[in-house]
Protein backbone atom coordinates (compact mmCIF):
# COMPACT_ATOMS: atom_id res chain seq x y z
CA UNK A 1 0.00 0.00 0.00
CA UNK A 2 2.61 2.09 0.69
CA UNK A 3 3.97 2.06 -2.27
CA UNK A 4 1.38 3.07 -4.47
CA UNK A 5 1.32 6.20 -2.16
CA UNK A 6 5.10 6.56 -3.38
CA UNK A 7 4.05 6.99 -6.96
CA UNK A 8 1.71 9.64 -5.68
CA UNK A 9 3.79 13.75 -6.45
CA UNK A 10 2.08 16.67 -5.95
CA UNK A 11 3.76 18.04 -8.58
CA UNK A 12 3.25 15.14 -11.07
CA UNK A 13 -0.26 15.98 -10.10
CA UNK A 14 -0.36 19.69 -10.86
CA UNK A 15 1.68 19.12 -14.16
CA UNK A 16 -1.62 16.11 -15.11
CA UNK A 17 -4.15 18.82 -14.08
CA UNK A 18 -2.84 21.96 -16.46
CA UNK A 19 -1.76 19.80 -19.10
CA UNK A 20 -5.09 18.03 -19.24
CA UNK A 21 -6.56 21.76 -19.15
CA UNK A 22 -4.94 22.84 -22.31
CA UNK A 23 -5.80 19.38 -23.43
CA UNK A 24 -9.56 20.53 -23.32
CA UNK A 25 -10.22 24.33 -22.88
CA UNK A 26 -7.83 24.66 -26.35
CA UNK A 27 -9.70 22.68 -28.83
CA UNK A 28 -13.35 23.41 -27.07
CA UNK A 29 -12.72 27.43 -27.21
CA UNK A 30 -11.25 27.44 -30.57
CA UNK A 31 -14.13 24.94 -32.06
CA UNK A 32 -16.67 28.12 -30.86
CA UNK A 33 -14.06 30.72 -32.25
CA UNK A 34 -13.67 32.02 -28.68
CA UNK A 35 -9.72 33.00 -27.69
CA UNK A 36 -8.86 30.30 -24.93
CA UNK A 37 -7.77 33.31 -22.44
CA UNK A 38 -10.94 33.03 -20.77
CA UNK A 39 -10.85 29.08 -20.35
CA UNK A 40 -8.02 28.89 -18.71
CA UNK A 41 -8.72 31.63 -16.09
CA UNK A 42 -11.83 29.63 -15.76
CA UNK A 43 -9.94 26.52 -14.94
CA UNK A 44 -7.99 28.39 -13.03
CA UNK A 45 -11.13 29.43 -10.56
CA UNK A 46 -12.52 26.07 -10.77
CA UNK A 47 -9.40 24.32 -10.01
CA UNK A 48 -8.00 26.89 -7.67
CA UNK A 49 -7.97 26.75 -3.61
CA UNK A 50 -11.11 29.13 -3.94
CA UNK A 51 -12.46 26.70 -6.04
CA UNK A 52 -12.60 22.44 -5.76
CA UNK A 53 -9.83 22.82 -3.85
CA UNK A 54 -12.09 24.34 -0.70
CA UNK A 55 -13.40 20.56 -0.69
CA UNK A 56 -10.32 18.38 -0.83
CA UNK A 57 -10.12 17.62 3.28
CA UNK A 58 -13.79 16.92 2.43
CA UNK A 59 -13.63 14.52 -0.93
CA UNK A 60 -9.57 13.46 -1.00
CA UNK A 61 -10.12 12.30 -4.33
CA UNK A 62 -10.14 15.96 -5.63
CA UNK A 63 -6.43 15.71 -5.21
CA UNK A 64 -5.93 14.58 -8.31
CA UNK A 65 -7.86 17.18 -10.40
CA UNK A 66 -6.67 20.28 -8.22
CA UNK A 67 -3.63 22.22 -7.81
CA UNK A 68 -2.37 21.47 -4.74
CA UNK A 69 0.65 23.50 -4.80
CA UNK A 70 -0.14 27.37 -6.34
CA UNK A 71 2.91 28.73 -5.30
CA UNK A 72 5.20 26.24 -6.83
CA UNK A 73 3.43 27.25 -10.33
CA UNK A 74 4.53 31.18 -9.99
CA UNK A 75 7.80 30.30 -11.86
CA UNK A 76 6.20 28.49 -14.82
CA UNK A 77 3.52 31.66 -15.17
CA UNK A 78 6.94 33.90 -15.12
CA UNK A 79 8.84 31.66 -17.84
CA UNK A 80 5.59 32.22 -19.53
CA UNK A 81 5.59 36.00 -19.50
CA UNK A 82 9.22 35.34 -20.03
CA UNK A 83 8.84 33.78 -23.67
CA UNK A 84 5.94 36.26 -24.38
CA UNK A 85 8.59 39.39 -24.19
CA UNK A 86 10.85 37.13 -26.31
CA UNK A 87 8.68 36.75 -28.85
CA UNK A 88 7.96 40.65 -28.69
CA UNK A 89 11.41 40.99 -29.04
CA UNK A 90 11.32 38.66 -32.37
CA UNK A 91 8.59 40.40 -34.00
CA UNK A 92 10.83 43.94 -34.19
CA UNK A 93 14.49 44.72 -34.32
CA UNK A 94 16.73 47.70 -33.83
CA UNK A 95 15.67 49.42 -36.71
CA UNK A 96 11.62 49.12 -35.88
CA UNK A 97 12.32 49.73 -32.50
CA UNK A 98 14.05 52.88 -33.17
CA UNK A 99 10.94 53.82 -35.87
CA UNK A 100 8.46 53.66 -33.34
CA UNK A 101 10.82 55.88 -30.76
CA UNK A 102 8.06 58.68 -30.74
CA UNK A 103 5.37 55.98 -30.37
CA UNK A 104 6.72 54.45 -27.26
CA UNK A 105 8.84 57.30 -25.92
CA UNK A 106 5.95 59.84 -26.54
CA UNK A 107 2.98 57.84 -26.59
CA UNK A 108 3.68 55.33 -24.15
CA UNK A 109 5.05 57.90 -21.73
CA UNK A 110 2.00 60.27 -22.14
CA UNK A 111 -0.25 57.65 -21.54
CA UNK A 112 0.83 56.29 -18.21
CA UNK A 113 1.92 59.21 -17.14
CA UNK A 114 -1.76 60.98 -17.41
CA UNK A 115 -3.77 57.87 -16.33
CA UNK A 116 -1.85 56.98 -13.21
CA UNK A 117 -2.09 60.94 -12.87
CA UNK A 118 -6.17 60.40 -13.19
CA UNK A 119 -6.43 57.61 -10.76
CA UNK A 120 -3.84 58.35 -8.09
CA UNK A 121 -6.41 61.65 -7.80
CA UNK A 122 -9.70 59.91 -7.49
CA UNK A 123 -8.15 57.57 -4.86
CA UNK A 124 -6.90 60.18 -3.27
CA UNK A 125 -9.84 61.68 -2.93
CA UNK A 126 -12.20 58.74 -1.54
CA UNK A 127 -10.33 58.75 1.62
CA UNK A 128 -6.84 56.79 0.20
CA UNK A 129 -3.49 58.76 1.75
CA UNK A 130 -1.60 60.11 -1.32
CA UNK A 131 1.17 57.90 -1.14
CA UNK A 132 -0.38 54.51 -1.40
CA UNK A 133 -3.15 56.46 -4.39
CA UNK A 134 -0.15 56.64 -6.19
CA UNK A 135 1.18 53.16 -5.54
CA UNK A 136 -2.39 52.21 -6.89
CA UNK A 137 -2.41 55.11 -9.72
CA UNK A 138 1.00 53.51 -11.35
CA UNK A 139 -0.26 49.60 -10.67
CA UNK A 140 -3.79 50.19 -12.62
CA UNK A 141 -2.47 52.16 -15.72
CA UNK A 142 -0.50 49.13 -16.55
CA UNK A 143 -1.85 46.95 -19.40
CA UNK A 144 -1.56 43.42 -19.81
CA UNK A 145 1.19 42.47 -22.27
CA UNK A 146 0.42 39.05 -22.23
CA UNK A 147 -3.26 39.02 -23.70
CA UNK A 148 -3.59 42.14 -26.18
CA UNK A 149 -0.50 41.11 -27.86
CA UNK A 150 -1.98 37.30 -28.07
CA UNK A 151 -4.92 38.85 -29.55
CA UNK A 152 -3.69 41.81 -31.59
CA UNK A 153 -1.24 41.20 -34.53
CA UNK A 154 1.39 43.84 -33.90
CA UNK A 155 1.85 44.83 -37.85
CA UNK A 156 -2.29 46.64 -37.56
CA UNK A 157 -2.71 50.45 -36.38
CA UNK A 158 -4.09 48.90 -33.57
CA UNK A 159 -1.36 46.71 -32.49
CA UNK A 160 1.71 48.85 -33.16
CA UNK A 161 -0.05 51.86 -31.22
CA UNK A 162 -0.32 48.85 -28.11
CA UNK A 163 2.78 47.54 -28.45
CA UNK A 164 4.59 50.75 -28.23
CA UNK A 165 2.18 51.38 -25.29
CA UNK A 166 3.36 48.25 -23.64
CA UNK A 167 7.00 48.43 -24.02
CA UNK A 168 7.29 51.78 -22.65
CA UNK A 169 5.36 50.15 -19.44
CA UNK A 170 7.72 47.06 -19.25
CA UNK A 171 10.52 49.50 -19.08
CA UNK A 172 8.88 51.60 -16.59
CA UNK A 173 8.23 48.77 -13.87
CA UNK A 174 11.68 48.31 -12.50
CA UNK A 175 11.61 52.09 -11.64
CA UNK A 176 7.85 52.35 -10.54
CA UNK A 177 8.85 49.32 -7.82
CA UNK A 178 11.89 50.91 -6.87
CA UNK A 179 9.95 54.11 -6.53
CA UNK A 180 7.00 52.34 -4.32
CA UNK A 181 9.89 51.03 -2.33
CA UNK A 182 11.83 54.13 -1.44
CA UNK A 183 8.11 56.18 -0.61
CA UNK A 184 7.55 52.97 1.99
CA UNK A 185 7.80 53.81 5.93
CA UNK A 186 10.74 51.70 6.62
CA UNK A 187 12.83 52.72 3.24
CA UNK A 188 16.43 53.00 3.28
CA UNK A 189 18.55 54.58 0.60
CA UNK A 190 15.39 53.67 -2.14
CA UNK A 191 17.05 56.60 -4.60
CA UNK A 192 20.49 55.45 -3.95
CA UNK A 193 19.69 51.60 -4.97
CA UNK A 194 17.58 52.97 -7.57
CA UNK A 195 20.04 54.91 -9.52
CA UNK A 196 23.06 52.08 -8.71
CA UNK A 197 20.40 49.52 -10.56
CA UNK A 198 19.83 51.59 -13.43
CA UNK A 199 23.71 51.55 -13.63
CA UNK A 200 24.46 48.27 -14.00
CA UNK A 201 21.22 47.37 -15.45
CA UNK A 202 22.97 49.69 -18.34
CA UNK A 203 25.90 47.99 -18.29
CA UNK A 204 24.61 45.01 -18.35
CA UNK A 205 22.27 45.49 -21.36
CA UNK A 206 24.97 47.30 -23.51
CA UNK A 207 27.29 44.14 -22.85
CA UNK A 208 24.68 41.55 -23.89
CA UNK A 209 23.94 44.21 -27.10
CA UNK A 210 27.53 43.97 -27.89
CA UNK A 211 28.05 39.97 -27.42
CA UNK A 212 25.33 39.20 -28.67
CA UNK A 213 25.71 40.72 -32.20
CA UNK A 214 28.97 38.91 -32.71
CA UNK A 215 27.98 35.79 -30.64
CA UNK A 216 24.67 34.85 -32.21
CA UNK A 217 24.74 34.43 -35.96
CA UNK A 218 27.38 31.80 -35.64
CA UNK A 219 25.88 29.87 -32.85
CA UNK A 220 22.65 29.75 -35.00
CA UNK A 221 24.43 29.07 -38.50
CA UNK A 222 25.70 26.12 -36.42
CA UNK A 223 22.57 24.64 -35.33
CA UNK A 224 21.03 25.29 -38.65
CA UNK A 225 23.63 22.91 -40.28
CA UNK A 226 22.52 20.62 -38.12
CA UNK A 227 19.07 20.75 -39.30
CA UNK A 228 17.91 19.30 -35.65
CA UNK A 229 15.30 21.37 -34.11
CA UNK A 230 16.13 20.17 -30.61
CA UNK A 231 19.45 21.95 -30.92
CA UNK A 232 17.67 24.93 -32.48
CA UNK A 233 15.22 24.94 -29.45
CA UNK A 234 18.25 24.58 -26.76
CA UNK A 235 20.07 27.44 -28.29
CA UNK A 236 17.05 29.68 -28.19
CA UNK A 237 15.97 28.74 -24.66
CA UNK A 238 20.22 29.07 -23.60
CA UNK A 239 19.80 32.62 -25.21
CA UNK A 240 16.74 33.46 -23.46
CA UNK A 241 17.56 32.05 -19.74
CA UNK A 242 21.35 33.69 -20.23
CA UNK A 243 19.81 37.28 -21.20
CA UNK A 244 17.04 37.23 -18.29
CA UNK A 245 19.32 35.47 -15.47
CA UNK A 246 21.85 38.70 -16.26
CA UNK A 247 19.23 41.37 -16.41
CA UNK A 248 17.96 39.49 -13.00
CA UNK A 249 21.66 39.77 -11.67
CA UNK A 250 21.72 43.57 -12.16
CA UNK A 251 18.47 44.27 -10.31
CA UNK A 252 16.26 44.58 -13.12
CA UNK A 253 13.25 42.76 -14.29
CA UNK A 254 13.72 39.36 -15.95
CA UNK A 255 11.84 40.56 -19.07
CA UNK A 256 13.84 42.89 -19.84
CA UNK A 257 16.83 40.44 -20.92
CA UNK A 258 14.11 38.35 -22.83
CA UNK A 259 13.69 41.75 -24.55
CA UNK A 260 16.93 42.24 -25.75
CA UNK A 261 17.03 38.54 -26.77
CA UNK A 262 14.66 38.60 -29.22
CA UNK A 263 15.77 41.50 -30.32
CA UNK A 264 19.20 40.23 -30.98
CA UNK A 265 17.60 37.43 -32.70
CA UNK A 266 15.51 39.22 -34.96
CA UNK A 267 18.51 40.70 -36.58
CA UNK A 268 19.42 37.30 -38.03
CA UNK A 269 18.06 35.66 -40.47
CA UNK A 270 17.15 32.23 -38.44
CA UNK A 271 14.35 34.80 -35.92
CA UNK A 272 11.56 32.79 -37.98
CA UNK A 273 12.58 29.41 -37.02
CA UNK A 274 13.35 30.45 -33.55
CA UNK A 275 9.85 32.11 -33.20
CA UNK A 276 8.32 29.08 -34.59
CA UNK A 277 9.89 26.82 -32.64
CA UNK A 278 9.41 28.68 -29.16
CA UNK A 279 5.62 29.14 -30.32
CA UNK A 280 4.28 26.04 -28.18
CA UNK A 281 6.43 26.49 -25.31
CA UNK A 282 5.37 30.28 -24.59
CA UNK A 283 1.91 29.30 -24.97
CA UNK A 284 1.71 26.61 -22.78
CA UNK A 285 3.75 28.62 -20.13
CA UNK A 286 1.22 31.52 -20.60
CA UNK A 287 -2.00 29.02 -20.47
CA UNK A 288 -0.28 28.14 -16.83
CA UNK A 289 -0.03 32.09 -15.86
CA UNK A 290 -3.52 32.26 -16.82
CA UNK A 291 -4.68 29.61 -14.79
CA UNK A 292 -2.77 31.12 -11.35
CA UNK A 293 -5.04 34.58 -12.04
CA UNK A 294 -7.58 32.39 -11.92
CA UNK A 295 -6.64 30.86 -9.27
CA UNK A 296 -6.37 34.15 -7.07
CA UNK A 297 -9.80 34.90 -7.78
CA UNK A 298 -11.84 33.95 -4.10
CA UNK A 299 -15.30 34.00 -5.35
CA UNK A 300 -17.01 33.92 -1.97
CA UNK A 301 -14.92 37.64 -1.25
CA UNK A 302 -16.18 38.82 -4.57
CA UNK A 303 -19.76 37.72 -3.66
CA UNK A 304 -19.60 39.80 -0.94
CA UNK A 305 -18.17 42.87 -2.24
CA UNK A 306 -19.97 42.54 -5.33
CA UNK A 307 -21.26 46.30 -6.20
CA UNK A 308 -18.13 47.85 -4.98
CA UNK A 309 -15.39 45.15 -7.15
CA UNK A 310 -18.27 45.91 -9.92
CA UNK A 311 -18.03 49.65 -9.85
CA UNK A 312 -13.82 49.66 -9.53
CA UNK A 313 -13.16 47.37 -12.50
CA UNK A 314 -16.02 49.28 -14.89
CA UNK A 315 -14.56 52.82 -13.51
CA UNK A 316 -10.86 51.85 -14.37
CA UNK A 317 -11.88 50.80 -17.72
CA UNK A 318 -13.77 53.46 -18.65
CA UNK A 319 -11.58 56.09 -16.99
CA UNK A 320 -8.30 54.25 -19.07
CA UNK A 321 -9.94 53.35 -22.31
CA UNK A 322 -11.16 57.03 -22.41
CA UNK A 323 -7.83 58.39 -21.57
CA UNK A 324 -5.84 56.03 -24.09
CA UNK A 325 -8.13 56.83 -26.96
CA UNK A 326 -7.93 60.87 -26.47
CA UNK A 327 -3.95 60.60 -25.90
CA UNK A 328 -4.18 58.28 -29.59
CA UNK A 329 -6.16 60.67 -31.45
CA UNK A 330 -3.64 63.82 -29.79
CA UNK A 331 -0.77 61.59 -31.73
CA UNK A 332 -2.89 61.59 -35.00
CA UNK A 333 -4.67 57.96 -34.55
CA UNK A 334 -7.89 57.80 -37.04
CA UNK A 335 -10.68 57.45 -34.59
CA UNK A 336 -11.44 54.04 -35.55
CA UNK A 337 -8.17 53.08 -34.17
CA UNK A 338 -8.33 55.34 -31.16
CA UNK A 339 -11.69 53.50 -30.14
CA UNK A 340 -10.15 50.12 -30.82
CA UNK A 341 -6.85 50.54 -29.35
CA UNK A 342 -8.24 52.26 -26.19
CA UNK A 343 -11.26 49.79 -25.53
CA UNK A 344 -8.17 46.92 -26.00
CA UNK A 345 -5.84 48.42 -23.51
CA UNK A 346 -8.47 49.38 -20.76
CA UNK A 347 -8.10 46.62 -18.09
CA UNK A 348 -5.61 45.82 -15.91
CA UNK A 349 -2.51 43.68 -15.96
CA UNK A 350 -0.25 40.86 -15.02
CA UNK A 351 2.23 43.61 -14.08
CA UNK A 352 -0.57 45.25 -12.18
CA UNK A 353 -0.19 42.31 -9.59
CA UNK A 354 3.92 42.67 -9.31
CA UNK A 355 3.42 46.19 -8.06
CA UNK A 356 0.44 45.64 -6.21
CA UNK A 357 2.26 43.41 -4.27
CA UNK A 358 5.40 45.57 -3.94
CA UNK A 359 3.08 47.94 -2.46
CA UNK A 360 1.81 46.17 -0.08
CA UNK A 361 5.67 45.05 0.94
CA UNK A 362 6.41 48.19 1.11
CA UNK A 363 3.58 49.07 3.44
CA UNK A 364 1.99 52.26 1.00
CA UNK A 365 -1.32 50.09 1.39
CA UNK A 366 -3.26 47.41 3.52
CA UNK A 367 -3.31 43.80 2.94
CA UNK A 368 -7.08 43.70 2.37
CA UNK A 369 -6.50 47.08 -0.26
CA UNK A 370 -4.03 44.49 -1.87
CA UNK A 371 -6.80 41.76 -1.99
CA UNK A 372 -9.55 44.28 -3.75
CA UNK A 373 -7.69 45.27 -6.25
CA UNK A 374 -5.85 41.96 -7.05
CA UNK A 375 -9.76 40.85 -7.31
CA UNK A 376 -9.99 44.23 -9.74
CA UNK A 377 -7.27 43.42 -12.32
CA UNK A 378 -8.19 39.34 -12.17
CA UNK A 379 -11.84 40.10 -13.17
CA UNK A 380 -10.40 42.78 -15.67
CA UNK A 381 -7.55 40.39 -17.50
CA UNK A 382 -10.67 37.77 -17.68
CA UNK A 383 -12.89 40.48 -19.74
CA UNK A 384 -10.19 41.78 -21.66
CA UNK A 385 -10.92 38.92 -24.72
CA UNK A 386 -14.30 40.37 -24.32
CA UNK A 387 -13.17 44.15 -24.26
CA UNK A 388 -11.18 43.63 -27.79
CA UNK A 389 -14.06 41.95 -29.33
CA UNK A 390 -16.33 45.00 -28.55
CA UNK A 391 -13.43 47.37 -29.54
CA UNK A 392 -13.21 45.64 -33.16
CA UNK A 393 -17.05 45.90 -33.63
CA UNK A 394 -17.06 49.78 -32.49
CA UNK A 395 -13.82 50.73 -34.68
CA UNK A 396 -16.01 49.00 -37.64
CA UNK A 397 -19.33 51.28 -37.09
CA UNK A 398 -16.89 55.04 -36.32
CA UNK A 399 -14.68 53.81 -39.68
CA UNK A 400 -17.84 52.77 -41.85
CA UNK A 401 -19.32 56.55 -40.55
CA UNK A 402 -16.17 58.41 -40.81
CA UNK A 403 -15.01 57.11 -44.60
CA UNK A 404 -17.67 55.49 -46.29
CA UNK A 405 -16.10 55.16 -49.64
CA UNK A 406 -12.42 54.53 -48.43
CA UNK A 407 -9.71 54.11 -51.36
CA UNK A 408 -7.43 51.41 -51.59
CA UNK A 409 -4.92 51.47 -48.42
CA UNK A 410 -1.94 49.77 -50.67
CA UNK A 411 -1.78 49.43 -54.07
CA UNK A 412 1.56 47.44 -54.33
CA UNK A 413 1.64 44.16 -55.50
CA UNK A 414 1.82 40.93 -52.77
CA UNK A 415 5.32 39.21 -52.73
CA UNK A 416 5.81 36.05 -54.37
CA UNK A 417 6.89 32.78 -51.51
CA UNK A 418 9.54 30.64 -53.59
CA UNK A 419 10.16 27.20 -51.15
CA UNK A 420 13.67 26.19 -51.46
CA UNK A 421 16.27 27.89 -52.94
CA UNK A 422 18.79 26.01 -54.92
CA UNK A 423 19.00 26.18 -58.97
CA UNK A 424 15.44 26.34 -59.81
CA UNK A 425 14.45 28.35 -56.92
CA UNK A 426 17.46 30.70 -57.98
CA UNK A 427 16.13 31.02 -61.85
CA UNK A 428 12.92 31.52 -60.56
CA UNK A 429 13.65 34.42 -58.23
CA UNK A 430 15.59 35.78 -61.45
CA UNK A 431 12.57 35.29 -63.55
CA UNK A 432 10.46 37.35 -61.06
CA UNK A 433 12.88 40.25 -60.62
CA UNK A 434 13.64 40.70 -64.67
CA UNK A 435 9.22 41.12 -64.19
CA UNK A 436 9.04 43.58 -61.75
CA UNK A 437 7.51 41.26 -59.46
CA UNK A 438 8.61 40.91 -55.96
CA UNK A 439 9.28 37.74 -54.44
CA UNK A 440 10.86 36.03 -50.84
CA UNK A 441 12.79 32.63 -50.89
CA UNK A 442 13.09 30.59 -48.13
CA UNK A 443 15.21 27.29 -47.36
CA UNK A 444 16.11 25.27 -44.54
CA UNK A 445 19.92 25.23 -45.64
CA UNK A 446 22.13 28.13 -43.97
CA UNK A 447 24.52 28.17 -46.47
CA UNK A 448 22.38 28.66 -49.39
CA UNK A 449 20.66 31.21 -47.46
CA UNK A 450 23.85 33.13 -46.32
CA UNK A 451 24.90 32.83 -50.28
CA UNK A 452 22.04 33.98 -51.42
CA UNK A 453 21.89 36.77 -49.23
CA UNK A 454 25.50 38.10 -50.33
CA UNK A 455 24.44 37.72 -53.83
CA UNK A 456 21.60 40.38 -53.04
CA UNK A 457 18.68 38.01 -53.33
CA UNK A 458 15.62 38.47 -50.64
CA UNK A 459 16.25 35.18 -49.32
CA UNK A 460 15.15 34.12 -45.48
CA UNK A 461 16.11 31.11 -43.13
CA UNK A 462 12.57 28.82 -42.38
CA UNK A 463 12.02 25.30 -42.44
CA UNK A 464 8.68 25.01 -44.30
CA UNK A 465 7.89 21.70 -43.58
CA UNK A 466 7.29 22.31 -40.02
CA UNK A 467 4.63 24.21 -38.21
CA UNK A 468 3.38 27.72 -39.74
CA UNK A 469 6.56 29.11 -40.70
CA UNK A 470 4.96 29.91 -44.01
CA UNK A 471 2.07 31.62 -42.50
CA UNK A 472 4.49 33.56 -40.79
CA UNK A 473 6.37 34.52 -43.38
CA UNK A 474 3.30 35.75 -45.33
CA UNK A 475 1.95 33.26 -47.34
CA UNK A 476 -1.78 34.43 -46.61
CA UNK A 477 -1.10 37.90 -48.35
CA UNK A 478 1.45 36.32 -51.25
CA UNK A 479 0.72 36.43 -54.93
CA UNK A 480 1.48 32.63 -54.87
CA UNK A 481 3.40 30.12 -53.55
CA UNK A 482 5.85 28.20 -55.59
CA UNK A 483 7.63 24.92 -54.40
CA UNK A 484 10.74 24.28 -55.85
CA UNK A 485 12.25 22.09 -53.66
CA UNK A 486 12.74 18.23 -55.34
CA UNK A 487 11.36 16.60 -51.76
CA UNK A 488 7.86 14.95 -53.56
CA UNK A 489 6.99 13.68 -49.90
CA UNK A 490 7.18 17.49 -48.21
CA UNK A 491 6.23 19.15 -51.53
CA UNK A 492 3.06 16.98 -51.50
CA UNK A 493 2.26 17.58 -47.60
CA UNK A 494 3.01 21.31 -47.96
CA UNK A 495 0.75 21.78 -50.89
CA UNK A 496 -2.45 20.11 -48.26
CA UNK A 497 -1.67 21.99 -45.85
CA UNK A 498 -1.73 25.54 -47.97
CA UNK A 499 -4.89 24.44 -49.61
CA UNK A 500 -6.52 23.75 -46.87
CA UNK A 501 -5.49 27.32 -45.15
CA UNK A 502 -5.82 29.23 -48.33
CA UNK A 503 -8.33 27.79 -50.90
CA UNK A 504 -7.62 30.86 -53.27
CA UNK A 505 -3.86 30.72 -52.87
CA UNK A 506 -1.95 29.91 -56.78
CA UNK A 507 0.05 27.26 -55.52
CA UNK A 508 2.58 26.32 -57.87
CA UNK A 509 5.10 22.86 -57.53
CA UNK A 510 7.66 21.54 -59.32
CA UNK A 511 6.86 17.68 -59.85
CA UNK A 512 9.84 15.26 -60.56
CA UNK A 513 7.50 13.27 -63.33
CA UNK A 514 4.14 12.99 -64.41
CA UNK A 515 3.00 10.67 -61.36
CA UNK A 516 4.12 13.04 -59.18
CA UNK A 517 2.41 15.72 -60.55
CA UNK A 518 -0.93 13.98 -60.37
CA UNK A 519 -0.49 13.51 -56.65
CA UNK A 520 0.64 17.32 -56.30
CA UNK A 521 -2.71 17.97 -58.41
CA UNK A 522 -4.37 15.91 -55.52
CA UNK A 523 -3.31 17.59 -52.75
CA UNK A 524 -4.43 20.58 -54.24
CA UNK A 525 -1.49 22.16 -56.31
CA UNK A 526 -2.69 25.02 -59.12
CA UNK A 527 0.18 24.25 -61.41
CA UNK A 528 2.89 21.07 -61.47
CA UNK A 529 5.06 21.34 -63.51
CA UNK A 530 6.94 17.91 -64.08
CA UNK A 531 10.66 18.70 -64.52
CA UNK A 532 11.13 15.03 -66.73
CA UNK A 533 8.66 15.75 -68.84
CA UNK A 534 9.30 19.54 -70.11
CA UNK A 535 13.07 18.88 -70.49
CA UNK A 536 12.33 15.81 -72.14
CA UNK A 537 9.87 17.82 -74.58
CA UNK A 538 12.35 20.63 -75.10
CA UNK A 539 15.06 17.81 -76.12
CA UNK A 540 12.64 16.58 -78.18
CA UNK A 541 11.80 19.74 -80.52
CA UNK A 542 15.90 20.53 -80.95
CA UNK A 543 16.56 17.28 -82.21
CA UNK A 544 13.74 17.31 -84.66
CA UNK A 545 14.97 20.72 -85.69
CA UNK A 546 18.26 19.89 -85.99
CA UNK A 547 17.71 17.19 -87.78
CA UNK A 548 15.71 19.28 -90.98
CA UNK A 549 12.20 18.87 -89.39
CA UNK A 550 10.11 21.59 -90.55
CA UNK A 551 9.46 24.18 -87.39
CA UNK A 552 5.45 23.88 -87.76
CA UNK A 553 5.02 20.28 -87.91
CA UNK A 554 7.28 20.04 -84.75
CA UNK A 555 5.31 22.46 -82.79
CA UNK A 556 2.33 20.54 -83.39
CA UNK A 557 3.57 17.22 -82.19
CA UNK A 558 4.88 18.87 -79.11
CA UNK A 559 1.64 20.11 -78.47
CA UNK A 560 -0.22 16.96 -79.04
CA UNK A 561 2.56 14.74 -77.35
CA UNK A 562 1.88 17.64 -74.20
CA UNK A 563 -2.10 16.95 -74.61
CA UNK A 564 -1.63 13.47 -74.15
CA UNK A 565 0.67 14.06 -70.75
CA UNK A 566 -2.62 16.26 -69.49
CA UNK A 567 -4.43 13.36 -70.85
CA UNK A 568 -2.56 10.83 -68.33
CA UNK A 569 -2.15 13.31 -65.58
CA UNK A 570 -6.05 13.99 -65.55
CA UNK A 571 -6.72 10.20 -65.06
CA UNK A 572 -4.22 9.35 -62.57
CA UNK A 573 -4.69 12.39 -60.12
CA UNK A 574 -8.49 11.99 -60.62
CA UNK A 575 -9.24 15.65 -62.08
CA UNK A 576 -12.18 16.54 -63.56
CA UNK A 577 -10.35 18.53 -66.52
CA UNK A 578 -7.22 18.43 -68.32
CA UNK A 579 -4.27 20.45 -66.36
CA UNK A 580 -2.21 23.04 -67.60
CA UNK A 581 1.23 21.98 -67.80
CA UNK A 582 2.12 26.14 -68.28
CA UNK A 583 2.19 28.41 -65.28
CA UNK A 584 -0.33 31.18 -65.50
CA UNK A 585 -1.07 34.16 -64.09
CA UNK A 586 -0.02 35.25 -60.45
CA UNK A 587 -2.51 36.79 -58.16
CA UNK A 588 -2.46 40.40 -58.58
CA UNK A 589 -3.16 42.86 -55.56
CA UNK A 590 -7.00 44.29 -55.37
Do not use: C
Not at 193 to 209: K, M, N, P, S, Y
Not at 357 to 364: E, H, S
Amino acid sequence: MSGSHDLYSPVMSDALVILGAAGIVIPVFNRFRITPVIGFILVGLLVGPFGLGRLVFDHPWLHYITITDPEGLEIFAEFGIILLLFSIGLELSFARLWDMRRMVFGLGSLELVVISASLTFILAAIGQSFSGALALGLALALSSTALVLKITEATTPVGKAALAMLLLEDIALVPIIFLLGALGPSAGGGVNALLDTLLWGTIVIVGLLFFGRYLLPPLFAQAARTKSPELFLAASLLVVIVASLATAAAGLSPIVGALVAGLLIAETEYHSEVEQITEPFKGLALGVFLITIGMSIDLAVVWENLASIVTATVAVILLKAFVTGVMLRVMGARRGTAMEAGILMSSPSETTLIVLTAAATAQLIQPGTAQFWQIVTALGLMVTPLLAMLGKVMAKRVDRAETPHRPPEDQTKPPTLIVGFGRVGHLVADMLTRHGRPYLAIDSDADLVAQGRRLGYSVAFGNAGRGDALLRLGAADSAAVILTMDEPVTAQRIVRKLRMQFPDLPILARARDADHAAQLYRAGASYAVPETLESSLQLSEAALVETGVAMGPVIASIHEKRDEFRQMIMEEGGLAEKPSLKTGQLRQSA
